[in-house]
């Protein structure tokens, strides 16, 4: 199916489901103790259960409802990586949220290729490689994907490509309605001030930044997550380790809600797991129980 074909198939299906997909999946009332924020959660939490097969992305949205209570999802193309223009399996998604009322948020994109390239035809590639999921993400009702701004080189060099290559793909989205958002997620990227510059240079409504509480290594997190939220269209609350006390032993968690509140920031913070532990579950529940202390804990 060429790209003209598909994408008038996938109107149909996103026509189809358009009452269903308008309807806010979280509407609840408002009072003194809810967070400022709203709480989605990363497919990523579960890679574990996802890679034996014991989960599978389908059932992924009623397991978030029904084990977390959780009402929004982050997906991993990892997990359906060959399924991008598959419309049987894009529609069924779709209606299987909807009709938990289970929102989709997002797509994080890996495997296609870098952004960042120093080649010109293979950054080509790459932006082109991520045209499918801004199609997918527009069928499932997501807001936005989820892109690396990778590449090897210079980092003056690397920057100046993943701008150019995040102007081209962002340009394709927003016929989409679909935004462009950048993890820090390994190598330049998890430099705070080299990514938001990237960004700011982009310099498109539909392009920002997804700031992960962890995946700075050597740069200092909270500064990162500070010059990253002024363009920020997402938040992962990465976790891995607990202490007694229920607190992220490496990340604190009150201060970095601080950061993302005085920001002004209101949107979604995705649950991300990535601990050690085999009980992804036990993970998940551990993560959302700090977020809502910590939540409870801000000025």
Not at 48 to 73: E, W
Not at 250 to 258: A, R
Not at 293 to 298: G, R
Request: some cysteine; charged content about 25%.
């Amino acid at each position: 199916m060429d790209r003209r074909e598909f994408t008038k198939q996938a109107s149909k299906i996103v026509l189809g489901g358009s009452m269903a997909l308008s309807i806010p999946s979280c509407m609840h009332t408002v009072n003194s103790n809810d967070p400022f924020f709203k709480i989605s959660l990363a497919q990523w939490s579960l890679h574990r259960s996802l890679r034996k097969r014991t989960l599978t992305t389908l059932d992924f949205p009623a397991k978030a409802k029904k084990d977390f209570d959780i009402h929004a999802v982050e997906y991993v193309n990892q997990f359906f990586l060959d399924q991008a223009r598959d419309l049987i399996f894009l529609d069924e998604l779709r209606q299987r949220t909807s009709d938990l009322n289970v929102e989709n948020i997002l797509i994080m994109i890996d495997a296609e290729g870098e952004l960042g390239h120093q080649d010109q035809k293979m950054r080509l590639q790459a932006v082109e490689n991520h045209y499918k999921w801004v199609e997918a993400a527009q069928i499932l009702g997501c807001r936005a994907i989820r892109v690396n701004a990778g590449g090897e080189g210079d980092k003056v060099e690397v920057a100046k490509a993943a701008q150019d290559s995040l102007f081209q793909l962002s340009n394709f989205a927003k016929d989409y309605e679909i935004n462009v958002i950048v993890e820090n997620h390994g190598g330049f990227s998890s430099n705070g001030d080299w990514l938001s510059g990237i960004i700011k240079k982009v310099n498109l409504d539909n392009c920002g930044t997804l700031p992960d509480f962890g995946n700075f290594y050597e740069y200092d997190r909270y500064q990162g997550v500070k010059e990253m939220m002024a363009f920020a269209k997402g938040v992962s609350a990465k976790s891995n380790y607990f202490d007694d006390s229920g607190n992220e032993s490496e990340i604190d968690y009150v201060k970095m809600l601080q950061i993302v509140k005085d920001a002004g920031y209101t949107g979604y913070i995705g649950i991300e797991y990535e601990g050690p532990d085999d009980d992804e579950d036990k993970g998940i529940r551990l993560t959302k129980a700090l977020l809502l202390k910590a939540s409870n804990q801000l000025s």
